[in-house]
Structures are given as C-alpha cells and as structure tokens.
C-alpha cells in the first residue's frame, strides 16, 4: 500500500501521477514508432530512396500529406512512421512537386547507385523518375536532385 501511495497522491478529490511515473509514460511513449498498415496508406504520396552498388541494398520512403515519413518495408503489412515533419512543411513539399511540375517528367536513368522519386496520385498513373545516384549523370537536372535532397534531409539519421 505504501508502494502505491507513493506513486499517486490524492490531492482534493484529484490524483496527480508522480514525477518519475511521468518521467517513465514520455520516455516510452516518446520511443515508441508508430505503425501504419500498408492497406492504410492514402493514395496520395511522395515516394523516394534509392539503391544499388555492391549489395544491391535498397530504402525506401514516403511522405504523407498530414506530414508522416513512413520507411517503406517490401512485403510487410505493416509500415514504421518514423518521423512526422508536419503538415506544413509537408504541404510545401507537395507544392514543391506542382510548381516544378515533377509528375509531368519522364526520366529513367538509373546507374549501378540509383536515387529516385515516385509520385502517387489518386486516380493517376505514378510517375518515376529514377537517376544515376554516383553523381556521374550530368543530364538530371539539379531540380529533380535538389528536391531529392530536401527529402532526404527529413529522414532521421541511423545511430
């Protein structure tokens, strides 16, 4: 009973949790990753990574519009969110493919390293546009890579 006392207090008629109760709930809540079923995933999306090279490796992800970073998992039923950038960086982002007009592109140049985008449209055919990844291809142009970038530097780095 003490053991319990300790850890809620009764405060006039209100219970407040203890600071090292609180602490533990954010920790962990905090190292949680939040899953997505791959059926759950809307239409629309931003898609991209890349691969290739002596081990043929490959990652993948997709940005939502509500702001999610999903790393995409081949046949796995579910997905890991591992990042949310927000809804407002992430409607820039979807603005940034409009004005540079990426779903009108086609280009499929891929080298022993590849990087691409993938456009997912409802009601629409994706479009992909994959590139020479070692730098060596000069004819994609610095939008598409730029953009790749931007993209990329949302991804959390590996520990």
Same mark, same amino acid.
């Given at each position: 009973?003490?053991?319990? /006392? $300790?850890?809620?207090?009764?405060?006039? %008629?209100?219970?407040?949790?203890?600071?090292?109760?609180?602490?533990?709930?954010?920790?962990? #809540?905090? *190292?949680?990753?939040?899953?997505?079923?791959?059926? *759950?995933?809307? !239409?629309?999306?931003?898609?991209?990574?890349?691969?290739?090279?002596?081990?043929?490796?490959?990652?993948?992800?997709?940005?939502?519009?509500?702001?999610?970073?999903?790393?995409?998992?081949? =046949?796995?039923?579910?997905?890991?969110?591992?990042?949310?950038?927000? !809804? &407002?960086?992430? *409607?820039?982002?979807?603005?940034?493919?409009? $004005?540079?007009? #990426?779903?009108?592109?086609?280009?499929?140049?891929?080298?022993?390293?590849?990087?691409?985008?993938?456009?997912?449209? =409802?009601? !629409?055919? =994706?479009?992909?546009?994959?590139?020479?990844?070692? %730098? /060596? =291809?000069?004819?994609?142009?610095?939008?598409?890579?730029?953009?790749?970038? !931007?993209?990329?530097?949302?991804?959390?780095?590996? &520990?």
């Amino acid at each position: 009973m003490k053991f319990y /006392n $300790s850890l809620l207090r009764f405060q006039q %008629g209100s219970v407040s949790v203890s600071f090292p109760i609180l602490c533990f709930l954010f920790f962990t #809540l905090s *190292a949680c990753q939040h899953k997505i079923a791959t059926s *759950a995933l809307p !239409k629309n999306q931003i898609v991209f990574g890349g691969g290739g090279g002596f081990t043929g490796a490959s990652y993948e992800y997709s940005l939502l519009q509500d702001g999610r970073l999903v790393a995409i998992q081949r =046949d796995s039923a579910t997905q890991k969110v591992i990042k949310n950038i927000g !809804k &407002k960086k992430a *409607a820039s982002l979807y603005a940034a493919v409009d $004005s540079m007009r #990426l779903n009108t592109w086609l280009y499929n140049v891929p080298g022993n390293i590849y990087h691409f985008i993938i456009l997912k449209q =409802d009601g !629409k055919k =994706d479009n992909k546009i994959v590139w020479d990844g070692s %730098g /060596n =291809d000069k004819s994609i142009p610095e939008l598409a890579e730029g953009f790749y970038k !931007k993209l990329m530097a949302e991804v959390p780095k590996k &520990k």
